[in-house]
């Protein structure tokens, strides 16, 4: 892991890396207070001992100095000494000279444990030996420092040993404090993520542990609500007015210009899938007259009523528009060929016998004139098709108005 931020480094690295500085730092520091007192205390303890011993010792070779024994002496110092952490003992009588002295022999060779006490500062402990109040001699304690070192030693593992339990579980609480942290901002992230590249609207941000936390993940929740509610609206609005573009206002049919492009695309699918599509054109008979001698009223209900017969005689993939005034249009994709327009046409002229009865009254007797135009036998395009079905359209009216003025006759 690199000592040094990164200029875009992340929040959990961010967080994690504070918390193994301050552990660090911690840990350091209170290892060394530790060692620290621990050497004092330890030191302050050993040299009360040592001075202890001193004294006692002083006490027992007291007889052993009055009646000049120096293997009693011997032997005493060694009873007493063996098993403690002393260097070096020494006895010197009333005229300061050596009366007895003794080694541990477990000490280091070469003076190294009394070397090493003298660099802890732990300097010989030195107790009179006096009888009826007079002095008659003095016993010199050495520490041996390696007893020092091993008790050091010892207290070192064991302070190294909590230092690794502490490490441990600061550890485990930092990262728990981490993913409380770093986990609900994560969080956060990814769904403006998912809002900003996928127009997620419907993610949200779960709950976090920490109350500020909490409420900033409710607040972009209530946001992202506020967001899809009008994200909602606008769609519905444009889907409005997408149909209103698309629709005849009068008849709630398909209009010219929706009529048209979808014309284009069945030409094209038509082409690429080798299948046929028919246009029917259809003029309304006499409907000048309808609105000389009813009024508009009635010619705009007869076209309603036109329009919604044409939607009924043909399928549901099939198209009905109104191409403007009284003219329709009908798409009928895919069919068979002429056999199959002639149908339809047969059943609109069949959906025209029953009279429109306006909401005055008035009964018109609505009548069209229908011309066919099939994909690709009478066009290969929309102008082709739509001039086709129009010129066919004329020529129907014109033998309708003949058979009709011949009946008269």
Known sequence: MSLFMDSQASLHAVIRRAHLRMAAMAISLAGVLLLVVGVVVLRFYLLNNLQLMARSLAYTVEASLVFNDHGEASRVLDQLLRNEDVARSQVFDAQGQVFVQWSSAKTSSGGTGELLAAVMGMRPAEAPVSQDGR??????????????????????????????????????????????????????????????????????????????????????????????????????????????????????????????????????????????????????????????????????????????????????????????????????????????????????????????VTSSGVALRPSVSVGIAVFPQHGQDMEELMGHADQAMYEAKVVRHAGSAANKE
């Open 135 to 356: 002095q008659i001699g003095r016993v010199v304690l050495y520490s041996d420092g390696a007893g020092f070192i091993r008790f050091l030693s010892s207290g070192l593992a064991v302070l190294l040993l909590c230092v690794g339990v502490s490490g441990f579980i600061g550890m485990r609480q930092s990262r728990r404090m981490l993913a409380d942290i770093a986990e609900p901002l994560q969080q956060l992230a990814r769904v403006a993520r998912a809002v900003r590249h996928d127009r997620s609207m419907g993610q949200r941000v779960p709950p976090a542990r920490i109350a500020e936390l909490h409420e900033l993940g409710d607040d972009f929740n209530a946001l992202l609500s506020e967001l899809q509610m009008r994200q909602e609206r606008l769609r519905q609005q444009n889907s409005q007015l997408e149909l209103q573009a698309s629709r005849d206002g009068l008849t709630g049919l398909a209009n010219r210009s929706h009529f048209e492009q979808r014309l284009q695309q069945a030409l094209l699918d038509a082409e690429a899938m080798g299948r046929k599509l028919a246009v029917l054109f259809i003029d309304n008979d006499r409907f000048k007259q309808v609105n000389d001698i009813h009024g508009h009223a009635a010619g705009d209900a007869l076209l309603r009523a036109v329009g919604l017969r044409l939607h009924s005689v043909v399928r549901e993939a099939d198209l009905v528009a109104r191409l403007g005034g009284d003219e329709f249009a009908i798409l009928l994709y895919p069919i068979g060929g002429m056999a199959d327009a002639q149908v339809v046409e047969h059943k609109i002229q069949e959906a025209m016998q029953c009279p429109v």
